[in-house]
């Protein structure tokens, strides 16, 4: 059964640090490209990066660029978005994705299965 769990998630203050999770089950990462996702209070959910099988990084956005880093360990089959230099507009819901034609993208409707979330606040 195909499943991501995120974890890592929490409130940070501004300009802090925090590295997020996602332990994939079903597929393995050698084989899927999977992406970071985040939606905040209001908006529309939206990219954030992706990393291909072969391990190359895609930014799904412009707003992370030069702060947020991916990651993964095909041996534990999880993928991690590292975020630094936090603002108060990275708060959100960060989700990680597996895409269903296995190509990276920002569209949520070539997503085919979704973590849960994990809550990410930047506040002083």
């Known amino acids: 059964q195909l499943q991501l769990v995120e974890s890592g998630g929490g409130l940070v203050q501004p300009g802090g640090s925090l590295r997020l999770s996602c332990v994939a089950s079903?597929?393995?990462?050698?084989?899927?490209?999977v992406g970071w996702f985040r939606q905040a209070p209001g908006k529309a959910r939206e990219g954030v990066l992706c990393?291909?099988?072969?391990?190359?990084?895609?930014y799904l956005g412009d707003s992370t660029k030069g702060r947020f880093t991916i990651s993964k360990d095909n041996a534990k089959n999880t993928v991690y978005l590292q975020m630094n230099s936090l603002k108060p507009e990275d708060t959100a819901v960060y989700y990680c994705a597996r895409y269903r034609l296995n190509f990276c993208s920002k569209f949520m409707r070539d997503v085919n299965s979704w973590g849960q979330g994990t809550q990410v606040t930047v506040s002083a």
């Open positions: 079903g597929f393995t990462l050698d084989n899927y490209d």
């Open positions: 990393i291909r099988r072969s391990g190359n990084a895609i």
